[in-house]
């Protein structure tokens, strides 16, 4: 395996990690999952802006952590999926403006998660207002904290995700 590839596997793998620790910790404080959700873990969906690595990173610790959560099967999936298509639209949007970033998971989240809740937990809440606090949490994650660690990480962006020479 060269050195890029291990160096790239590495990469998903930790933030993966951090995404689950990071969803973990506010599963206990009970705000992953329901109608209204603030993942801190989400912070981490700016990751594509920096690295192509970051996709598979938050898609694969999504699918973990919303099974260590208990998440039925239809959450699993399309949770997971909506943090997918959250982090390739920030990847693709990366060379437009550093503060379209958050957009993508945001929008994404407040679009497919209040589906999972009604169709999947049968929560009673209008498909509307949940769309509201799914995405205010979103914004909260994805935009407050995830901004932060943008320009937290910006600075530092040629240490932290540089690629080796093979």
């Known amino acids: 395996m060269k050195k890029n590839q291990s160096l790239s596997i590495a990469q998903a793998a930790i933030i993966a990690a951090m995404y689950v620790a990071l969803t973990m910790l506010s599963n206990a404080a009970g705000l992953a999952s329901g109608v209204i959700q603030v993942r801190i873990s989400e912070a981490l969906c700016i990751l594509p802006f920096f690295t192509p690595v970051a996709i598979p990173g938050l898609f694969v610790g999504c699918l973990i952590s919303n ?3 208990g998440g039925v099967i239809w959450d699993v999936i399309f949770g997971s999926l909506a943090t997918l298509i959250g982090a390739v639209g920030t990847y693709l ?3 437009v403006s550093m503060w379209l970033a958050p957009v993508p998971p945001i929008v994404s989240n407040m679009l497919i998660v209040p589906f999972v809740l009604r169709y999947a937990y049968g929560a009673p809440d209008s498909l509307p207002f949940m769309m509201a606090t799914v995405g ?10 995830g901004m932060l660690l943008l320009f937290a990480l910006d600075r530092y962006k040629h240490v932290i995700f540089r690629t080796p020479k093979s």
């Open 67 to 69: 099974i260590l959560a």
């Open 136 to 145: 205010a949490g979103e914004l909260i994650a994805a935009g407050v904290l």
């Open 93 to 95: 949007l990366r060379r």
